[in-house]
Protein backbone atom coordinates (compact mmCIF):
# COMPACT_ATOMS: atom_id res chain seq x y z
CA UNK A 1 0.00 0.00 0.00
CA UNK A 2 1.47 3.48 -0.95
CA UNK A 3 2.01 5.66 2.14
CA UNK A 4 -0.16 8.53 0.64
CA UNK A 5 -3.16 8.44 -1.85
CA UNK A 6 -5.61 11.01 -3.01
CA UNK A 7 -8.41 10.83 -5.23
CA UNK A 8 -7.33 10.06 -8.59
CA UNK A 9 -8.98 12.63 -10.44
CA UNK A 10 -9.24 15.08 -12.75
CA UNK A 11 -11.84 16.52 -11.33
CA UNK A 12 -13.90 18.79 -13.82
CA UNK A 13 -16.51 21.18 -12.04
CA UNK A 14 -18.26 24.59 -13.18
CA UNK A 15 -17.44 27.48 -11.40
CA UNK A 16 -19.30 28.13 -7.93
CA UNK A 17 -19.54 24.25 -7.12
CA UNK A 18 -18.33 22.75 -3.77
CA UNK A 19 -15.47 20.05 -4.37
CA UNK A 20 -14.54 17.77 -1.80
CA UNK A 21 -11.03 16.08 -2.14
CA UNK A 22 -9.66 12.84 0.20
CA UNK A 23 -6.19 11.70 1.27
CA UNK A 24 -5.71 8.69 3.09
CA UNK A 25 -1.92 7.69 4.68
CA UNK A 26 -1.06 4.67 6.26
CA UNK A 27 1.62 5.60 8.36
CA UNK A 28 -0.07 6.03 11.68
CA UNK A 29 3.23 8.36 13.50
CA UNK A 30 2.60 10.92 11.25
CA UNK A 31 2.14 14.13 12.83
CA UNK A 32 1.53 16.63 10.46
CA UNK A 33 -0.87 17.30 7.80
CA UNK A 34 -1.01 19.98 5.08
CA UNK A 35 -2.90 20.99 1.51
CA UNK A 36 -0.38 22.34 -1.32
CA UNK A 37 -1.48 23.22 -4.35
CA UNK A 38 0.44 23.21 -7.51
CA UNK A 39 0.11 25.29 -10.56
CA UNK A 40 0.82 23.68 -14.10
CA UNK A 41 4.95 23.92 -14.19
CA UNK A 42 5.18 25.83 -11.13
CA UNK A 43 6.67 24.73 -7.69
CA UNK A 44 4.33 23.18 -4.75
CA UNK A 45 2.52 26.37 -2.36
CA UNK A 46 1.55 25.94 1.17
CA UNK A 47 -2.61 26.24 0.74
CA UNK A 48 -3.03 25.17 4.54
CA UNK A 49 -2.45 23.41 7.45
CA UNK A 50 -4.64 20.60 8.75
CA UNK A 51 -5.23 20.56 12.45
CA UNK A 52 -7.01 17.80 14.46
CA UNK A 53 -10.44 20.02 15.15
CA UNK A 54 -10.39 20.83 11.53
CA UNK A 55 -9.89 24.32 10.12
CA UNK A 56 -11.04 26.97 7.72
CA UNK A 57 -9.21 29.61 5.47
CA UNK A 58 -12.23 31.37 3.72
CA UNK A 59 -13.55 29.22 1.07
CA UNK A 60 -11.39 26.01 2.26
CA UNK A 61 -12.25 23.59 4.92
CA UNK A 62 -9.53 21.05 5.75
CA UNK A 63 -10.64 18.46 8.01
CA UNK A 64 -8.27 15.52 9.91
CA UNK A 65 -9.40 11.95 10.72
CA UNK A 66 -6.96 10.47 12.59
CA UNK A 67 -8.64 7.28 13.34
CA UNK A 68 -9.43 6.46 10.15
CA UNK A 69 -6.26 7.87 8.86
CA UNK A 70 -7.68 10.42 6.09
CA UNK A 71 -7.51 13.88 5.59
CA UNK A 72 -9.76 15.74 3.49
CA UNK A 73 -10.28 19.20 1.82
CA UNK A 74 -13.32 21.65 0.44
CA UNK A 75 -13.77 24.26 -1.67
CA UNK A 76 -16.66 26.05 -1.58
CA UNK A 77 -17.70 28.23 -4.55
CA UNK A 78 -14.82 27.00 -6.82
CA UNK A 79 -13.32 29.92 -9.04
CA UNK A 80 -11.67 29.71 -12.47
CA UNK A 81 -8.36 30.33 -9.85
CA UNK A 82 -8.47 27.32 -7.90
CA UNK A 83 -7.76 24.95 -10.95
CA UNK A 84 -4.76 23.52 -9.84
CA UNK A 85 -3.57 20.23 -8.68
CA UNK A 86 -3.64 19.49 -4.94
CA UNK A 87 -1.08 17.63 -3.30
CA UNK A 88 -2.07 16.06 0.67
CA UNK A 89 1.32 16.22 2.32
CA UNK A 90 2.23 14.38 5.84
CA UNK A 91 5.67 14.67 7.67
CA UNK A 92 6.71 12.47 10.65
CA UNK A 93 7.08 13.68 14.87
CA UNK A 94 10.07 15.03 13.99
CA UNK A 95 9.63 17.07 11.31
CA UNK A 96 12.17 15.33 9.02
CA UNK A 97 10.34 13.29 6.51
CA UNK A 98 7.74 14.77 4.21
CA UNK A 99 6.06 12.30 2.23
CA UNK A 100 3.66 13.71 -1.02
CA UNK A 101 0.97 12.36 -2.38
CA UNK A 102 -0.06 12.14 -6.14
CA UNK A 103 -1.96 14.88 -6.19
CA UNK A 104 -5.85 15.58 -7.46
CA UNK A 105 -6.06 18.05 -10.53
CA UNK A 106 -9.03 20.18 -10.57
CA UNK A 107 -10.20 22.53 -13.28
CA UNK A 108 -13.25 24.73 -12.44
CA UNK A 109 -14.93 25.34 -15.87
CA UNK A 110 -16.90 28.51 -16.92
CA UNK B 1 12.94 39.33 0.11
CA UNK B 2 13.01 36.16 1.87
CA UNK B 3 12.77 33.34 -0.20
CA UNK B 4 14.32 30.41 -2.28
CA UNK B 5 16.12 30.77 -5.43
CA UNK B 6 17.22 27.59 -8.03
CA UNK B 7 19.21 27.99 -11.07
CA UNK B 8 19.39 27.32 -13.58
CA UNK B 9 14.97 27.53 -14.79
CA UNK B 10 15.91 25.09 -17.61
CA UNK B 11 18.87 23.23 -18.16
CA UNK B 12 20.40 21.10 -20.88
CA UNK B 13 22.54 17.70 -20.31
CA UNK B 14 24.46 15.63 -23.01
CA UNK B 15 25.06 12.47 -22.31
CA UNK B 16 28.11 11.62 -20.35
CA UNK B 17 27.75 14.77 -18.66
CA UNK B 18 27.18 15.85 -15.39
CA UNK B 19 25.30 18.98 -13.86
CA UNK B 20 25.05 20.92 -11.30
CA UNK B 21 21.37 22.69 -9.74
CA UNK B 22 21.67 25.27 -7.73
CA UNK B 23 19.62 26.00 -5.05
CA UNK B 24 19.82 29.00 -2.11
CA UNK B 25 17.89 30.12 0.74
CA UNK B 26 17.71 33.55 2.50
CA UNK B 27 15.13 31.94 5.34
CA UNK B 28 17.46 30.86 7.84
CA UNK B 29 16.51 27.52 7.27
CA UNK B 30 18.20 24.34 8.59
CA UNK B 31 16.81 21.82 7.01
CA UNK B 32 17.08 21.70 2.92
CA UNK B 33 15.66 19.00 0.58
CA UNK B 34 16.03 18.04 -3.00
CA UNK B 35 13.37 16.37 -5.12
CA UNK B 36 12.41 15.43 -8.12
CA UNK B 37 9.09 15.56 -10.09
CA UNK B 38 8.19 13.63 -13.27
CA UNK B 39 5.11 14.72 -15.56
CA UNK B 40 1.66 13.26 -13.66
CA UNK B 41 3.11 11.77 -10.32
CA UNK B 42 4.41 13.11 -7.03
CA UNK B 43 7.58 14.55 -5.60
CA UNK B 44 10.33 11.75 -4.81
CA UNK B 45 13.09 12.60 -2.13
CA UNK B 46 16.46 12.54 -3.59
CA UNK B 47 18.74 14.10 -0.37
CA UNK B 48 18.13 16.33 2.51
CA UNK B 49 20.19 17.80 4.98
CA UNK B 50 19.40 19.09 8.42
CA UNK B 51 22.42 20.78 9.49
CA UNK B 52 25.79 22.36 7.73
CA UNK B 53 28.23 19.75 6.45
CA UNK B 54 25.48 16.66 7.06
CA UNK B 55 22.87 15.36 5.01
CA UNK B 56 21.26 12.08 4.19
CA UNK B 57 19.74 10.18 0.99
CA UNK B 58 15.95 10.03 0.03
CA UNK B 59 14.51 7.35 -1.60
CA UNK B 60 15.94 7.95 -4.89
CA UNK B 61 19.32 9.00 -4.78
CA UNK B 62 21.10 6.89 -6.88
CA UNK B 63 23.24 8.93 -9.59
CA UNK B 64 23.15 12.36 -7.38
CA UNK B 65 24.93 14.14 -5.22
CA UNK B 66 24.84 16.88 -2.91
CA UNK B 67 26.87 19.30 -0.96
CA UNK B 68 25.77 21.52 2.33
CA UNK B 69 28.68 23.81 2.96
CA UNK B 70 27.20 26.60 4.16
CA UNK B 71 23.89 26.81 5.70
CA UNK B 72 21.79 28.89 2.54
CA UNK B 73 23.24 26.58 -0.01
CA UNK B 74 22.56 23.29 -1.24
CA UNK B 75 23.97 22.41 -4.77
CA UNK B 76 22.66 19.27 -6.63
CA UNK B 77 24.90 17.35 -8.75
CA UNK B 78 23.25 14.97 -11.41
CA UNK B 79 26.34 12.46 -12.40
CA UNK B 80 26.28 10.59 -15.54
CA UNK B 81 24.74 7.22 -13.44
CA UNK B 82 22.04 8.95 -13.26
CA UNK B 83 20.37 7.22 -16.25
CA UNK B 84 16.72 9.48 -16.83
CA UNK B 85 17.44 12.66 -15.40
CA UNK B 86 15.13 14.39 -17.58
CA UNK B 87 12.55 15.70 -14.69
CA UNK B 88 11.22 18.66 -13.06
CA UNK B 89 13.50 19.21 -9.91
CA UNK B 90 12.98 21.25 -6.56
CA UNK B 91 14.40 22.25 -3.69
CA UNK B 92 12.97 23.10 -0.56
CA UNK B 93 13.60 24.54 2.69
CA UNK B 94 12.14 24.06 6.25
CA UNK B 95 12.82 24.98 10.10
CA UNK B 96 14.64 22.98 12.20
CA UNK B 97 12.98 19.58 12.46
CA UNK B 98 11.77 19.94 16.04
CA UNK B 99 8.74 22.26 15.20
CA UNK B 100 7.66 20.46 12.62
CA UNK B 101 7.28 23.56 10.32
CA UNK B 102 6.29 22.82 6.83
CA UNK B 103 8.46 23.29 4.00
CA UNK B 104 8.47 25.81 1.34
CA UNK B 105 9.84 25.31 -1.93
CA UNK B 106 11.58 27.33 -4.75
CA UNK B 107 10.46 27.55 -8.47
CA UNK B 108 12.13 24.80 -9.55
CA UNK B 109 14.86 23.56 -12.29
CA UNK B 110 13.60 21.60 -15.57
CA UNK B 111 16.24 19.40 -16.64
CA UNK B 112 16.46 17.88 -20.22
CA UNK B 113 18.43 15.61 -22.13
CA UNK B 114 20.22 16.35 -25.36
Known amino acids: RKEVEQDPGPFNVPEGATVAFNCTYS??????FFWYRQDCRKEPKLLMSVYSSGNEDGRFTAQLNRASQYISLLIRDSKLSDSATYLCVLSDDYGQNFVFGPGTRLSVLP | DGGITQSPKYLFRKEGQNVTLSCEQN?????MYWYRQDPGQGLRLIYY???????QKGDIAEGYSVSREKKESFPLTVTSAQKNPTAFYLCASSTDSVSAETQYFGPGTRLLVL
Open chain 1, 27 to 32: NSASQS
Open chain 2, 27 to 31: LNHDA
Open chain 2, 49 to 55: SQIVNDF
